[in-house]
């Protein structure tokens, strides 16, 4: 059974920058999308971001472009997201998840139920 644990989450000022891990383990395929969702209180699970371990691409919804980046490390199965600028609707618990290598190649499937694996969340909090 797979498992992911989110980290790096936190309280920060509008325009800092947080870096979030998200650490797999027990995967059985090699060739999987990590996806980034976050839900704010009251609203419902947004995709961020994803990365594709099959062949690198990535994908961010248009709130976060030039401000987010997605990364991997497939040797260590960790991957990060990278966010700068951070605005007070950043605001949200984020959670990494892992689903088919197709998820991410050619369009951001952004669909929660998608996915196989979920992280516990990492909650990130920017004040104004």
């Known amino acids: 059974q797979g498992q992911l644990v989110e980290s790096g989450g936190g309280l920060v000022q509008s325009g800092g920058s947080l870096r979030l891990s998200c650490a797999a383990s027990?995967?059985?395929?090699?060739?999987?999308?990590i996806a980034w969702f976050r839900q704010a209180p009251g609203k419902e699970r947004e995709g961020v971001s994803c990365i594709s371990s099959s062949d690198g691409s990535t994908r961010y919804v248009d709130s976060v472009k030039g401000r987010f980046t997605v990364s991997g490390d497939n040797a260590n199965h960790t991957w990060y997201l990278q966010m700068n600028s951070l605005k007070p609707e950043d605001t949200g618990v984020y959670y990494c998840?892992?689903?088919?290598?197709?998820?991410?190649?050619?369009?951001?499937?952004?669909?929660?139920?998608?996915?196989?694996?979920w992280g516990q969340g990492t909650q990130v909090t920017v004040s104004s």
């Open positions: 027990l995967f059985s395929s090699a060739y999987y999308t």
């Open positions: 998840a892992a689903g088919p290598s197709i998820l991410c190649m050619r369009d951001f499937d952004n669909v929660p139920t998608s996915y196989d694996y």
